[in-house]
């Protein structure tokens, strides 16, 4: 069987545990693309954490949230190592401690803290309900980020009555080398990539910053809402897109794998699907499927075999198809015949069936179809 991600290219936008990740995609056949969108603050350098872990210290809080578990064992580790170790837990065993899901509250046991309660669906949305419902006007409540500003959240206790405490646990910055970002947005841009994975929401921020910091926000935008699947970890890494319009899939729960499984899917349920003749033709991201068989099919005939896939047995003229070759290549000058005979030539090659794409004399091409 043809691996489900076959003649597929993803993009990992990840800093932490990209390796793992791409290795998980290149498993089920994908081509994988790396272009880091964000680098980790270390957190010992961090004089917003230190403040608020020394503020946290000096008026214990009521109500202690941690929404991930690095970033809580994060948090301690910093404050051992400023030698605040034992009063920050002593400040928060005080607290009642709330998580976000299972990573987050096996840090808060490690730390030798029990946590009070925690939403089965992960989800911050389901944290704030049930602290609202249990009632916050008067108490002074820690709220652990997770790499961008809760403000949804945190404006919520404020507008009931709490006093909210935000601990910065760890920051994120553009990556240290910005090139392999700008070789993905290249592809991207130039249809190469065909889905791009986000496992947190900094690295969405970035992606869609360094877009509009090259000059090319529209057509960045324009391949995610439209071409490109996108692919967030949770509802959180999804925000910055859901501000834009960019539409997103994501798995039940917010894990890695779980992320794989679901692009796995969704990915190959787009394909274009095509009978020609005895043939069936499935046209992944960078490659055929002919009868099962993968056939991996270069830029330009792969674009000429999308537009008479369109138009199943349709004639598309010679003309029609330099259209369809400039608009792929980004070329303002216009393209000869002899480029399309080239493609189609090409294209018939890699298909490796004859026939399947037929010359109509004096007026270009088809894919070998009756029409209905």
Known sequence: MTAPLAGYTVGVTAARRADELGALLARRGATVQFGPAIRLIPLADDEDLLRQTRAIIEVPPDVVVATTGIGFRGWVEAAEGWGLGDSLLAALGGATVLTR???????????GLVEAWAPVSEASAELLEHLLADGVAGKRIAVQLHGEPLRDFVEALRAAGAEVVEVPVYRWT??????????????LVAGQVDALTFTSA?????????????????QVLDALRYRVLVVCVGPITASPFARVGVPVIQPPRARIGALVRELAVALPARATRVKVGECLLELRGQAVLVDAELRPVAPAPMAVLRALAE?????????????????????????????????????????????????????????????S
């Open 101 to 111: 899901g299972p990573k987050a509250k096996g840090a808060v046991r490690a730390a």
């Open 174 to 187: 553009g990556p240290a080398d910005p090139a392999p970002l700008s070789r993905l947005l290249d592809a």
């Open 202 to 218: 900094p690295a969405a921020a970035s992606v869609l910053r360094t877009a509009a910091a090259e000059d090319r926000y529209e």
């Open 311 to 371: 138009v199943p047995g349709q004639v598309l003229s010679r003309r029609m198809l330099a259209g369809v070759l400039r608009r792929h290549s980004g070329r303002e000058d216009t393209v000869d015949v002899h480029a399309v005979e080239t493609a189609v030539g090409r294209l018939r090659a890699a298909l490796g069936v004859p026939n399947l794409v037929t010359t109509v004399v004096k007026r270009g091409y088809r894919l070998a179809i009756e029409p």
